[in-house]
C-alpha cells in the first residue's frame, strides 16, 4: 500500500498472520520533490520526473517484487457525492454519462475530465428520487500522470481510494458512524450508516479550527448533525472518530459541535487485531494504509 | 463502519485490482477437486480393467469349454455316423425277424396236429422250415446269407413229416385230414413203402401257424431245426 501526502510517499507492507491479526511488516517514507497543483482537486505532478523518481526510491528501499498496489490519496484529490437517480442505465458508458451529467450539477468540477466510480446506497428517508448512489471521483490528468509513475517504477495501481474511505473500512461500529479525518490543510467528515457511506463533506482550513471560536468547522459539524437529525430523527451516532495530527483538540471540537463523546483513532478502534508495528508507524496517521490492505482481499 | 467491499466498488484505478485470492481459493480447491476425481477415476479404471480382465478370461474359458463341447459333439456325431445305424437298425430288424421265425409254436402244432392225425399212425420226424410269403419253404441250409436281407414275418412253415401208419388207408385219411384242417395246406404225399407189416410214409405240407411274435414271445419256443420224434414218437390222437 501506499499513501500520497502532500509532502511524502508512504509505504506499508501488511499481512494477515496466521493468528489472524494484521501485520505491519514493512514501512517507509520517501519525501516528494514535487507537488499536485493547488487546485482544489489537485492536478498532474509539477515535476513528473522527480515524482517518478520519488517513486522509484520508495519501492527500490521496499525491496522485494512488488508488481501491484494500492494507493491511497488525501481526501482533497478524491472526492466522494451522492446523488439521487430515478433510472440508472446498467450499460456502462451511458451509467457513465448519466453519472457525469448529474456530477456536472453536484460539484464545481467539469465532470468530463474526472474518472469516477459508483456505487448504489441505500436511500435517504425523504429523498425525491428512489435511488442513491455514491459516486467517487477525481482528475484524471492526477491520476493519469500517478499511474503513469508508477508503471514506470514497474509497479501497477490497482486500486485508488482515499485516507477517509480506506481509515473507515478498519473501523469497527456498526449503525450511525462518524469519522473526522483531517491534517493540516483539509478535513473530511464521512458519515456511515450500517456499513455504507452516508455523507462525506470535504472542506480546506484556513487555520486550525480550534483556534477559532465559532469556526467554519463547528458549522460544518452542526449542519452534519442537524442534517441526520432531520434525515434519521429515530437515530443516533453510534459511533465518531477522529484522526488528526491534534486528535486531542478535534475531539474537543466535535463533541462540542454534536454534543456526543469521540474516540481517537488507535488500534483499540480497529476492527482488526494488530500486530506489532514498526517505528513510526501512527494508527491515527497511517491507519488508511491499513484499512487499505482490507480493501485489498475484499 | 464501512464495509471493504463496498469502498473497493469505489476504486478510481485506471486498472483495478483483481482479488485472485477467491479466485485461486477456487482454483486450488478445483485441483484438488479435480485431482480427487482423477484419482477416483483411476481407481474406477483399474477396477474395470481388471474386473474385464477377469471376465474376459472367464469369457475365454466358457468360449473354450463351449469349443470342447462342441468338439465332444461333433467326435460323437462322427462316432454314431460310424455306427452305421441305419444298416445296423435293418441288420436289428432282420435278427428281430429271425427270432420270430425261430419262435415256434410247437404246442399248437402238436394239438393240431393231434386233430388231424387219424388212429393207426404215428409221426417219426418232423422238420419245420420257415418261409416268407409266397416264397415256398427252404431248406434251413439255405438261411445262411452273406449280406442282410429285407426280413419279413414268416407267413406258413412247410413241414416235412415222416411217419408210419398200420394201414395205407391211415395215410390216406391222415393226408385227407390235412387238407381238411385250416392249419394246414397243400399236403403232398411224397412216397410211402410197406416194411415189416407198417406202412412208412413222408410228405409235406404246408402249416400255417398263425405266428404272432407278441402272443408266442413269451410262450413261444425256440425253432428247431429239425425236431425228431422217434425217441418220443407222436400218435394219432395222442401225440
Known amino acids: 500500500m501506499v499513501a500520497l501526502r502532500d509532502d511524502a510517499l508512504v509505504y506499508a507492507r501488511v499481512e494477515r498472520r496466521s493468528d489472524g491479526k494484521l501485520q505491519v511488516l514493512r514501512y517507509l517514507e520517501t519525501a516528494l520533490a514535487t507537488d499536485f497543483g493547488d487546485g482544489p482537486l489537485g492536478g498532474p505532478p509539477r515535476d513528473p520526473e522527480a515524482f517518478v523518481a520519488s517513486v522509484r526510491e520508495l519501492f527500490e528501499r521496499a525491496g522485494g517484487r512488488i508488481e501491484e498496489t494500492t494507493l491511497v490519496l488525501s481526501d482533497r484529490f478524491m472526492r466522494m457525492v451522492f446523488a439521487e437517480f430515478t433510472e440508472l442505465p446498467t450499460a456502462d458508458a451511458a451509467r457513465q454519462e448519466a453519472l457525469r451529467f448529474k456530477l456536472r450539477q453536484l460539484v464545481p468540477f467539469r465532470a468530463e475530465e474526472l474518472r469516477l466510480r459508483a456505487v448504489e446506497v441505500a436511500p435517504l428517508p425523504g429523498q425525491e428520487e428512489p435511488r442513491r448512489m455514491a459516486v467517487a471521483f477525481a482528475f484524471e490528468a492526477l491520476l493519469g500522470p500517478i499511474e503513469s509513475a508508477f508503471e514506470r517504477a514497474g509497479v501497477r495501481i490497482g486500486m485508488v481510494t482515499t485516507e477517509s474511505l480506506a481509515l473507515a473500512s478498519a473501523l469497527r461500529v456498526e449503525g450511525l458512524g462518524l469519522l473526522v479525518v483531517a491534517d493540516e490543510r483539509s478535513y473530511t467528515l464521512l458519515v456511515s450508516r450500517d456499513g455504507e457511506p452516508l455523507l462525506s463533506r470535504h472542506k480546506e482550513l484556513a487555520a486550525p479550527p480550534f483556534r477559532q471560536a465559532g469556526s467554519a468547522v463547528t458549522r460544518e459539524l452542526r449542519l452534519t448533525g442537524t442534517f441526520l437529525e432531520e434525515r434519521l430523527p429515530e437515530r443516533r451516532l453510534d459511533g465518531v472518530f477522529v484522526a488528526a495530527p491534534e486528535a486531542a483538540s478535534w475531539s474537543e471540537l466535535v463533541a462540542d459541535a454534536l454534543g456526543t463523546g469521540c474516540v481517537v483513532v488507535d488500534a483499540s478502534a480497529l476492527g482488526e487485531e494488530l500486530g506489532d508495528l514498526p517505528p513510526g508507524f501512527r494508527v491515527d496517521r497511517d491507519g488508511a494504509l491499513l484499512g487499505a490492505a482490507l480493501l485489498e482481499v475484499a | 463502519m464501512l464495509r471493504p467491499e463496498l469502498v473497493a466498488r469505489l476504486n478510481l484505478a485506471r486498472h483495478p485490482l483483481v482479488n485472485r485470492r477467491p479466485l485461486q481459493r477456487v482454483a486450488a480447491a478445483l485441483w484438488v477437486a479435480a485431482a480427487l476425481v482423477l484419482l477416483v477415476d483411476v481407481a474406477v479404471l483399474f477396477r474395470h480393467f481388471t474386473s474385464s480382465t477377469a ?53 399248437q402244432l402238436f394239438e393240431q396236429l393231434g386233430e388231424v392225425l387219424p388212429d393207426g399212425v404215428r409221426l417219426q420226424s418232423l422238420r419245420p422250415a420257415v418261409a416268407e410269403d409266397d416264397e415256398p419253404a427252404r431248406p434251413r441250409s439255405t438261411r445262411t446269407r452273406t449280406s442282410v436281407p429285407e426280413a419279413r414275418p414268416p407267413r406258413w412253415v412247410q413241414l416235412q413229416i415222416a411217419g408210419e401208419a398200420e394201414t395205407g388207408a391211415a395215410i390216406l385219411d391222415l393226408v385227407d385230414a390235412l387238407f381238411e384242417h385250416a392249419a394246414f395246406s397243400e399236403p403232398n404225399l411224397r412216397n410211402e413203402a410197406q416194411q415189416r407189416g407198417l406202412y412208412r410214409f413222408n410228405l409235406t405240407v404246408r402249416y400255417l401257424p398263425d405266428l404272432e411274435l407278441e402272443e408266442s414271445g413269451s410262450s413261444g419256443e425256440t425253432v428247431a431245426t429239425a425236431m425228431q420224434l422217434d425217441g418220443a414218437a407222436a400218435t394219432g390222437g395222442a401225440p
Open chain 2, 55 to 107: 471376465g474376459n478370461e472367464q469369457l475365454v474359458g466358457l468360449e473354450r469349454d463351449i469349443a470342447q463341447e462342441v468338439e465332444s459333439l461333433r467326435s460323437l456325431e462322427r462316432a454314431l455316423n460310424g455306427f452305421a445305424l441305419v444298416e445296423q437298425n435293418r441288420q436289428v430288424e432282420f435278427l428281430n425277424a429271425r427270432i420270430a421265425q425261430r419262435t415256434f409254436p410247437w404246442s
